[in-house]
């Protein structure tokens, strides 16, 4: 199964939300699409190398109407030299349904390079004509303690799961966070497909809790799959669960 298959975003507007491998979701789509925007509603690191060109606009559907090469980013501003500013997510809206593109990639939180995370009050920035979003952690969260080193905003993940700072995180506590509708289902708009990504799946260890993960996610939500992949992998697929 291709990448944009199993993760249900071959087309649309395509929000990735989480920790652990969003830009990654982001680039590795983009590189499999034939016609895909990369933009954000939050701030987002320089990705210039990963698109055929980044255009820096106000009115983004117009420069997107006289593209040529793809992918392309479209970005409002920049925010100091290591990073963009994202769009406010009506101006997201705007791309989606102007259909200058097959495909809108849109980074909708931060992370901080984070394994694993529980959104803040004011995340996700999620466009309302969403149609798939992408709930992301990486497995390497696993038997990490519950600190700043591997999540971002521990305090959050401990509220849903339970854990003390400090405790080892299992399998069961990226399911919880995941299907949370206060986590990775957090204002997800209505009619929008959710399709919670577990990453760095590096080896058949790891593969097993992520299996193990998966099956909590499916039992705790009606998401219709979970992906468990590899982004940086050429094949970056490792298996998809269903129901």
């Not at 395509?14 to 699409?33: I, M």
Request: proline share 7%.
């Amino acid at each position: 199964m291709t990448l944009a298959d199993a993760l249900c975003a071959r087309s649309g507007v395509v929000c990735v939300v989480g920790a652990g491998g969003k830009k990654s979701t982001l680039y590795a789509l983009a590189r499999r699409l034939d016609r895909a925007v990369v933009t954000a509603t939050v701030r987002i690191p320089i990705f210039d190398q990963h698109v055929a060109d980044v255009v820096v606009t106000d009115a983004p559907v117009a420069a997107l109407e006289r593209a040529t090469d793809w992918p392309v980013g479209v970005v409002p501003d920049r925010d100091r030299d290591d990073r963009y500013r994202g769009y406010d997510p009506d101006v997201v809206d705007a791309i989606g349904d102007s259909d200058v593109a097959d495909a809108v990639l849109v980074k909708a939180d931060g992370a901080r390079m984070r394994e694993f995370k529980a959104p803040g009050d004011r995340e996700p920035q999620l466009p309302a004509t969403a149609d798939t979003v992408l709930p992301i952690a990486s497995v390497h969260a696993v038997g990490e303690p519950l600190t700043d080193d591997a999540v971002h905003r521990p305090e959050r993940v401990a509220d849903l799961t339970g854990l003390d700072l400090g405790d080892t995180i299992r399998p069961s506590d990226i399911a919880t966070v995941l299907t949370s509708e206060r986590g990775g289902l957090a204002d997800v708009p209505d009619g929008a497909t959710a399709v919670p990504v577990l990453n760095k799946v590096d080896d058949s260890a790891l593969e097993a809790v992520a299996r193990e993960i998966a099956s909590e996610v499916l039992a705790r939500s009606d998401v219709p799959r979970v992906a468990l992949t590899r982004l940086t992998a050429s094949e970056p697929v490792v298996a998809v669960v269903e129901r």
